[in-house]
């Protein structure tokens, strides 16, 4: 069965610093899909990254970056020189490539707090 | 261009009574979402759709839910007889293509509360 597991329920930080979002994953299929999604306080999620299972180079986004590691089934989101605006809940997800439906299983999400 | 919309933002019920929810999709994707989020369960996918497929409908917690997608663009979710653990907001989903890669592209939701 699929599975996501985001560990940390909340994170607080002060600005300027770097925090690493963990999401670990479990699915039996070798062809499947990761995205990481912003929830910020006005309630809609904004789509943030996609990654196939084949893919395993490391993205970097401006001051986001994702570590996706098959080995231990982790896709990790780093936020470096972190910002008040970047205070949200951050969800991971999963898509499976070979079932009948797209549908995306996510994690129960990381609160992110940036302190100013 | 538009994103997805959704009606109304926010419904209050009494319980028994049935309710209707909105989506529009963005113009040109074929495949539609249902998800809910509540904190108890966090996000949970309820139904999808694809062209004239057969929708999957093996997220609905049960036959109180349906939902339908006229023209292959607008779809209605239905909960008939609410009650209260249906309060939550209800999140619709739109996105390119059949191909499992391609994102979604979520709406502001319709927050639902059962009284």
């Known amino acids: 069965a699929q599975k996501v597991t985001q560990a940390q329920t909340e994170i607080s930080v002060v600005e300027k610093e770097d925090v690493t979002l963990d999401c670990v994953y479990e699915t039996r299929d070798t062809t499947y899909y990761l995205f990481w999604y912003k929830q910020p306080p006005s309630g809609e999620l904004v789509f943030l990254i996609r990654?196939?299972?084949?893919?395993?180079q490391n993205e970097i986004s401006g001051r986001y970056s994702w570590n996706f590691q098959k080995s231990t089934s982790s896709f990790n989101f780093t936020i470096t020189a972190s910002q008040v605006v970047d205070s949200a809940v951050y969800f991971c997800?999963?898509?499976?490539?070979?079932?009948?439906?797209?549908?995306?299983?996510f994690g129960q999400g990381t609160r992110l707090t940036i302190n100013p | 261009g538009a994103g997805v919309s959704q009606s109304p933002s926010n419904k209050v019920t009494e319980k028994g009574k049935d309710v209707e929810l909105r989506c529009d999709p963005i113009s040109g994707h074929t495949a539609l979402y249902w998800y809910r989020q509540s904190l108890g369960q966090g996000l949970e996918f309820l139904i999808y759709f694809q062209g004239n497929s057969a929708p999957d409908k093996s997220g609905l917690p049960s036959d109180r839910f349906s939902a339908e997608r006229t023209g292959g663009s607008v779809s209605t979710l239905t909960i008939q007889r609410t009650q209260q653990e249906d309060s939550a907001v209800y999140l619709c989903?739109?996105?390119?293509?059949?191909?499992?890669?391609?994102?979604?592209?979520f709406g502001p939701g319709t927050r639902l509360t059962v009284t």
């Open positions: 997800a999963l898509s499976e490539a070979l079932r009948g439906a797209q549908k995306l299983v």
């Open positions: 989903a739109s996105s390119l293509a059949r191909d499992r890669g391609y994102e979604q592209y």
């Open positions: 990654r196939n299972s084949f893919d395993e």
